[in-house]
Structure formats: structure tokens, C-alpha cells
């Protein structure tokens, strides 16, 4: 799970850093060819088959287009925002899972996880303190793209019968799609060699920690055991964003973050708790 969480801050500050060169559509078309290439190459090397097989195709295509709509939401925040305060606003995603099990899964939230829920909410409220002055929009586009990406994770759900790969092979796939349909409109000429490259690595990074995340899901005995290794990745955020773009986060984004945190892995334990 370390391995993923850091693959996917690599993902990230990259992204971060390509915007200044490229549009944010073109980046995610070439991300979602490397990765499409990277998913196929690795399955083809486990001797997997029948890897586009499902059997509920509609959620699979309705899943995927949420994660590819997730990535489009959160890049455009990532590119207006400080690194620290995107993950910390993204932190918000495990209570909008809770939110969506009870209304699409029907499953039971105690008054207890209610509390903890909107506790965890006013975490964002810190981070973003609306009405005053120094409130930035781009904010939205992270709280929205962290509704579209627990949408995908509780869409999951539906399809533990075709298996993690056939869904990253599937999801890769329909991404690319998806991208598609917006890259004839912002198709860019190679600037920089170099840079060109790291855009081609983004594939890479995605395949890999979405491979290791299967990989740290699958090996664990309790989902709730893996989830708050998520949160290393504001580790990895603010070391980047120091490092590469000379962004310190402020107080509010420390505090807010902090509750996010403290209240989401309380909220994971009782939901242990009530699934047990």
C-alpha cells in the first residue's frame, strides 16, 4: 500500500507540474493510451484471458467514466490549488462513501457514524472557510471530483464477481475512450522532448499504483486496515510541493486536515465494528 500511495503522489506532482506545458484533456488522453498499454502488456504477462469479460457491463462503463471524470475534476483543482490543500480536501472522500452505502448500498449508518460523519465534514469547512476572502473556487473541482471518485469505489461493489484485473483492464480502457472524445479539441505539438516523457510516464505511474492497491486489498485481512494508509500521501504532497514548487501549507489546511483524518479512521473503525 506504501508503494501505491506513492506512486499515485508521483502521478501527481507531475500532473501538477505538465499543466504549465499542456492542457489538462491532452494529459489525461496520453496518460489513459500509456496506461491502457501498460494494463494489456502486464495482463498478457500473467497469462490472464478474458480480461474485458463482465457481467454487468453498464455499471462497469458508468464506473469508469466516474473515474475518468474524477481524474479530469481533481487535475483541474491540482493545477489551481497548493499540493497540501488538493489531498487534504480529497480526504474527504471516505465520508461521501459512507454517505453513498447507505443511500445506494442501504447500508446501515449508525447515529454514532452520522456524528463522526459530519464531524469529518467540517474538516473541509476549515480547510476551504468559506465567506472569507481568501476562499479559492478551485476547491470545488476537488470536493467534486472526490463525489465522482467514491462513486467509483462504491460501484466496485457491484462487481466483485469479474475481478480486480478485468475491472482495471476494463475502467483503463473506457478512460481512454472517455478522453477521447475531447483530445481532437486540445491535440498539442511535442514543446519539450523531456518533458514529453515524463507525460508518457504518468501510464506508468497510474498502472502501478492501481496494480499495488489491488495487490494491498487482496492481501489484507481487513479493508479498514488499508484504507488509512491513503492519508501517507499528505506526506508525499507537502514534501513535493516544498521541494518542487515552494508550497508550505498554512495552519487551516493542517488543522482541517487533521480532523479529516482523526474522524475518517474513527469512522472506518466503527464501520468494522457494525460490519463484524
Known amino acids: 500500500m506504501l508503494l501505491s500511495v506513492f ?64 481524474s479530469i475534476l481533481y487535475f483541474f483543482g491540482l493545477k489551481n490549488l497548493e499540493m497540501s490543500l488538493a489531498a487534504a480536501l480529497s480526504f474527504v472522500s471516505p465520508f461521501i462513501v ?34 472569507i476572502g481568501s476562499f479559492n473556487f478551485a476547491s470545488f473541482f476537488v470536493l467534486f471530483a472526490a463525489i465522482f471518485w467514491s462513486l467509483f469505489q462504491i460501484l466496485s461493489k457491484f462487481l466483485k464477481e469479474d475481478g480486480a484485473f478485468n475491472m482495471l483492464m476494463i475502467s483503463s480502457l473506457v478512460c481512454f475512450i472517455f478522453t477521447s472524445f475531447f483530445a481532437p479539441f486540445y491535440l498539442e505539438n511535442i514543446k519539450n522532448l523531456n518533458v514529453f516523457i515524463i507525460l508518457l510516464f504518468l501510464g506508468v505511474w497510474g498502472a502501478l499504483a ?40 498554512d495552519f487551516y489546511t493542517i488543522l482541517g486536515c487533521s480532523i479529516l483524518v482523526i474522524f475518517g479512521i474513527i469512522n472506518l473503525q466503527l464501520l468494522e465494528k457494525e460490519t463484524n
Open 210 to 249: 492501481e496494480y499495488y492497491m489491488i495487490k494491498a486489498y487482496s492481501a489484507a485481512s481487513k479493508a479498514s486496515f488499508i484504507a488509512p494508509f491513503f492519508y501517507l500521501q499528505m506526506i508525499w504532497y507537502t514534501f513535493y510541493g516544498y521541494i518542487i514548487f515552494s508550497e508550505i501549507p
Open 98 to 131: 459512507s454517505v453513498f452505502g447507505f443511500i445506494l448500498l442501504k447500508e446501515k449508518v449508525s447515529l454514532k457514524r452520522w456524528m463522526i460523519i459530519i464531524l469529518g465534514f467540517s474538516g473541509v469547512l476549515v480547510i476551504t472557510r468559506p465567506g
Open 7 to 70: 506512486f499515485f503522489s508521483t502521478q501527481d506532482v507531475q500532473v501538477k507540474y505538465l499543466t504549465s506545458y499542456y492542457n489538462i484533456f491532452f494529459i489525461i488522453w496520453i496518460k489513459s493510451i500509456t496506461q491502457l498499454i501498460v494494463v494489456f502488456f502486464f495482463l498478457i504477462a500473467k497469462e490472464r484471458k478474458n480480461y474485458f469479460t463482465s457481467k454487468n457491463y453498464s455499471i462497469q462503463i458508468f464506473r469508469a467514466c466516474c473515474y475518468a471524470t474524477a
